[in-house]
Structure formats: structure tokens, C-alpha cells
């Protein structure tokens, strides 16, 4: 039993100079500090997290499937680049990418 124990102990000891010997540096990074701003865009910053975002998920998913559905029409004219624009790529945007509050795009 003591014999284990050692074992055990001596296996810990060497797997955490192990790591310690084999583990990059630490790279620093920036912190952004808080300017003391006013805080005069939480109502739109709630309002988009709480009304718009959720109403853009459905626009995204409707978006899609009316994109599918027109692929009929779309093809023929070779005007599916357009159409992907306006009902996949615009809601998904504006929805995932576009910052927190921002209404100005």
C-alpha cells in the first residue's frame, strides 16, 4: 500500500513538472477599461436584445425557407446570388453580427 501511495505521489510530482516545463508562456493581453460612459444606450441595447434578436432568429429561418422556395424562379433568371442576399445573408446579419444597439446599418 505504501508502495502505491509513493507511486502515486512520484507520478502527480512528474506530471506537474511536466506541465510546467512544456507549457507556453502566458501572452498578455489587453484589457479594455471602462470610460465612464453614460450609460444613454441601454434602452436601445435592451430593446435589441430583447425584442429584435429574437424577431430576427424567425426572420432568418422564414428568410431561408422562402429562399429555397423561389429557387424555382431564381434559377432560370441566374438571379440567386440577389435573392441569397436579401433573404438569407441580411437577416443573419443582422441578427448575429451586428453589434448590440446598433440600428444604424
Known amino acids: 500500500m505504501k508502495l502505491a501511495s509513493k507511486f502515486v505521489l512520484l507520478l502527480i510530482v512528474a506530471s506537474t513538472l511536466a506541465c510546467k516545463t512544456t507549457a507556453s508562456p502566458p501572452t498578455p493581453t489587453r484589457v479594455t477599461r471602462y470610460d465612464g460612459g453614460t450609460g444613454g444606450n441601454v434602452p436601445a441595447i435592451v ?8 424577431m430576427g432568429v ?47 446599418e
Do not use: E, K
Request: proline share 9%.
Open 47 to 54: 430593446g435589441d436584445l430583447v425584442v429584435c434578436r429574437p
Open 58 to 104: 424567425f426572420a432568418s429561418a422564414g428568410g431561408t425557407m422562402l429562399f429555397l422556395l423561389s429557387l424555382p424562379f431564381t434559377w432560370p433568371s441566374d438571379n440567386i446570388d440577389a435573392a441569397a442576399q436579401t433573404l438569407v445573408y441580411q437577416p443573419l446579419y443582422y441578427t448575429f453580427q451586428r453589434p448590440l444597439g446598433d440600428f444604424n
